[in-house]
């Protein structure tokens, strides 16, 4: 790397099969509900350490306002940016992860792999593995077992305090909530998915997905519920979750995917043998799509509102029209310094920014590297970054190998919340009003208007 550069880190996010038979459970209509389990019947758990974080403050800190709300209780926005800080963190690190394939998805130095939030932002679920072990029995290398018992850890999103653990049968690669009832969907590295009426701690359904060799390493429900999607092998399916026959679809050579939020769309980046291109697929599925010009484009995702769809690409970020599919804006992100870099796509707010991580370089003997988030606005450009020192910044030399390592971060869905993973440390994040403030600076499009 060279000096005085940005690098861009967001989250890593986001097929013909048979299903196994349907258990006779029928899935649970009630609303969600908390989870509780009685001491006698849970297993073996050691209680995560008291959340500890540190941050320093690389700006100068303007007054704050006398605080008005508990940590954690405001929406990330721009005015309450510059108090974003670590409410918890947890380590789950592998100390014997084999380094000799960092650079491969045999590489497995955290024991938590799937994550995602409860609809009502009050749980955190981990898929987790105590001892994961590369399955060097698989020529390619992909899959790994669990030496210990494959868990669901259940927590509480705003403490980090375990509520609840859930047996798999292989390590939960991923986990997905439903929108609006208490089932989760978790899947698994053996390729099944498991769902589980959360009220009464049951496993009432098993589906198959049908990838050879990494499992289902991504689900999700549609915003309405109906569909679950499963992504492993560059293989997409589409299943109706609730009522035979469950398996709607199958598509080959999908990368990443994303529901629009009315639940209509299904938009898709999908890998030809040279090139690549975005398909949106009706829904319910039929098979049939439309094509939108992503280019190079290695992930996509729809604004809140459903008006935009974005193609995100290693040097830009192209927006569409997700009605019509025509280009509005394509941004790259040179605009907001030399020789600036992007891993994956940013979250989107309910005012329809983006959310990014930021990492600022300056010389190359510099101890300490300015990093912090983002909001970008994709309609104009322009972007509001707040210098804060966080678990993302490093030394020079480390600097390169934190790149390309496994970062995710997602939303809860209230938006008060944000989680990062980042090599087993767990952190989750929200507004800290007792903070000093930061003062954004803008970086991109800044002109007037």
């Known amino acids: 790397m060279r000096p005085s550069q940005f690098i861009l880190l967001g989250p890593m996010f986001i097929m013909t099969s048979a299903c196994a038979a349907p258990q006779t459970d029928a899935p649970p209509e009630a609303a969600p509900a908390a989870v509780t389990v009685a001491p006698s019947a849970m297993p073996s758990q050691t209680k995560p350490a008291e959340p500890t974080s540190t941050l320093t403050v690389a700006a100068t800190a303007t007054a704050s306002p006398t605080p008005t709300a508990a940590p954690g209780t405001l929406p990330i926005r721009a005015e309450t940016l510059g108090q974003l800080r670590p409410l918890w963190s947890q380590e789950y690190v592998v100390e014997e992860a084999d380094e000799s394939c960092y650079l491969m998805d045999c590489y497995a130095p955290s024991q938590v792999f799937g994550v995602d939030f409860s609809p009502d932002g009050s749980q955190l679920a981990l898929g987790y593995c105590e001892a994961p072990r590369e399955n060097r029995s698989n020529p390619r290398h992909y899959r790994f077992y669990c030496e210990s018992t494959p868990q669901v850890l259940l927590l509480d999103a705003a403490t980090g305090e375990e509520i609840a653990r859930i047996e798999t049968g292989d390590i939960p690669l991923s ?28 496993e009432f359904r098993t589906l198959s997905h049908s990838s050879k060799r990494t499992g289902v390493e991504r689900l999700g429900f549609s915003p309405d519920g109906a569909w679950l999607m499963s992504l492993g092998d560059n293989q997409l399916q589409l299943w109706n979750w609730e009522d035979p026959p469950f398996l709607q679809g199958t598509v080959d050579n999908i990368w990443r995917a994303a529901f629009s939020p009315d639940g209509q769309n299904l938009a898709t980046i999908w890998l030809g043998e040279q090139l690549v291109r975005g398909r949106v697929y009706d829904l319910p599925f039929t098979g049939k799509f439309s094509e939108v010009a992503t280019g190079g484009a290695f992930t996509v995702a729809y604004s809140p509102d459903g008006s935009l769809l974005i193609g995100v690409r290693s040097d830009g970020t192209s927006v569409f029209d997700a009605a019509t599919g025509k280009l509005i804006n394509e941004y790259a992100y040179d605009a907001l310094g030399p020789e600036t870099s992007l891993t994956q796509t940013g979250l989107f707010t309910a005012n329809g920014s983006l959310l990014w991580h930021v990492a600022e370089f300056g010389a190359a003997d510099a101890a300490e590297i300015t990093c912090g988030p983002m909001l970008w606005d994709p309609r104009t450009g322009k972007g509001m970054y707040a210098r804060l020192l966080d678990e993302t910044c490093f030394d020079w030399e480390t600097g390169f190998a934190y790149a ?14 944000l989680l990062t993973l980042n090599d087993g440390q767990l952190q989750v994040w929200g507004v800290d009003p007792a903070q000093p403030a930061v003062e954004p600076v803008c970086l991109g499009m800044c002109g007037e208007g």
């Not at 590295?189 to 049951?202: F, H, K, Q, S, V």
């Not at 390309?404 to 919340?417: A, H, M, T, V, Y």
Request: net charge negative; no cysteine; proline share 7%.
């Open 404 to 417: 390309i390592s496994r970062l995710e971060r997602i939303f809860g869905p209230d938006q008060r919340l």
């Open 175 to 202: 986990v997905a909530f439903h929108p609006e009832r208490p089932i989760a969907a978790l899947g698994l590295a053996n390729r099944d998915i498991e769902l589980w009426d959360l009220e009464e701690m049951t």
